[in-house]
């Protein structure tokens, strides 16, 4: 600070004080509040599309934040998940959303990609019609089931090795999800894996006929299965987006812990007429699948790791450092305080 400064300032707090009136106080930013950065100028961020679903309407509200900040920010639709990490991978994508399995699997061929947080909990449950009541109960039965190498056919393994290891059942293999609903309603199979829509929509369509006799998030509560990642390239280039990304995203989780905002945003985001998804806001609540601290910690990312590679679907030599950066997510709650 020069001499002239120094003087002008001193002669401005005098004239001040003769006026009876005080120096302006200093303009204080909320601790709360995001700190304002060219990132949002400069910066145009690229994510892949949200498929509008209950379970995606946090998503939805943490983009809308960070245009109100000034972000632009592009979508792009792809019809498998593969072909998103493969566009992340190549540079074509910024941040992106999706299975940990998948995303994993290409990191540990050499994608330069890292896990930064959390997306919606474990969503998927074992639906048996009503008269089974316990895994015992499977014996004879007909279970539909995912493809081999997936976590949800895997949970399913480690479930029954859990609690029914020598019951004995036909397995028909139903890769897509949606062909599961018509299956167990048909009666093809008695039991099957489904997302918890999936199962909603079961009982709508069959009133009383079939039962959740698990659900996953529950029985495994460390394994993640979905998050939000990033190009190791864009975390070094633009540390304070993805930070400010990760910091709309969890408090859009937070707010949809409110059952009345989370109805709120579902018919903001879907459908008007989509009285499935409001008819959903208790049992999503109920499974507690919204985190309100990014869902991440070393010791489920460590869990999950080991759960994959127990299942061959991951490199033994793949590790966490590997696979995840949690320091952004960490000093996002470090600012904005970390709740029970």
């Known amino acids: 600070m020069n001499k002239r400064f120094i003087f002008l300032f001193t002669v401005l707090a005098i004239l001040l004080n003769a006026c009876g009136g005080s120096a302006p106080a200093p303009m204080v930013t909320p601790a709360t509040a995001i700190p304002p950065t060219r990132a949002a100028q400069d910066v145009k961020l690229r994510i892949n599309e949200t498929t509008p679903r209950l379970g995606s309407v946090h998503v939805f509200l943490a983009l809308d934040a960070l245009r109100a900040q000034g972000y632009e920010i592009e979508t792009t639709k792809f019809a498998r998940f593969d072909l998103v990490t493969t566009a992340l991978a190549k540079g074509e994508l910024d941040l992106a959303s999706g299975s940990i399995q998948t995303t994993w699997t290409a990191i540990g061929k050499g994608a330069p990609v890292k896990t930064i947080v959390g997306n919606l909990g474990n969503s998927y449950v074992f639906v048996a019609a009503n008269e089974i009541k316990s895994c015992a109960d499977l014996q004879g039965k007909t279970v539909g089931t995912s493809a081999a190498n997936t976590v949800t056919a895997q949970m399913f393994k480690t479930y029954r090795a859990q609690n029914c290891p020598n019951v004995e059942f036909s397995s028909l293999i139903l890769p897509v999800g949606e062909s599961r609903l018509p299956a167990l309603m048909g009666g093809q199979v008695q039991a099957a894996q489904m997302e918890i829509d999936e199962a909603l929509e079961l009982d709508r369509q069959a009133p009383n006929r ?35 990304f990760i910091r709309a995203l969890i408090e859009a989780e937070r707010q949809v812990q409110d059952k009345d905002a989370l109805r709120a945003a579902a018919v903001k985001y879907l459908a008007p007429d989509d009285t499935q998804a409001l008819a959903a806001i208790d049992t999503f609540h109920e499974l507690k699948l919204w985190d309100k601290n990014g869902a991440l910690t070393n010791e489920n990312l460590t869990a999950t790791l080991a759960f994959l590679q127990s299942s061959g679907a991951l490199p033994a030599t793949l590790t966490v450092q590997d696979v995840a950066d949690l320091s952004y997510m960490n000093a996002v709650l470090d600012e904005i305080g970390r709740v029970p």
């Open 210 to 244: 079939f039962h959740r006799l698990v659900a996953y998030g529950q029985a495994f509560p460390d394994l993640q299965i979905t998050g939000f990642y990033a190009r190791r390239e864009f975390i070094q280039q633009h540390p304070d987006v993805v930070r400010a």
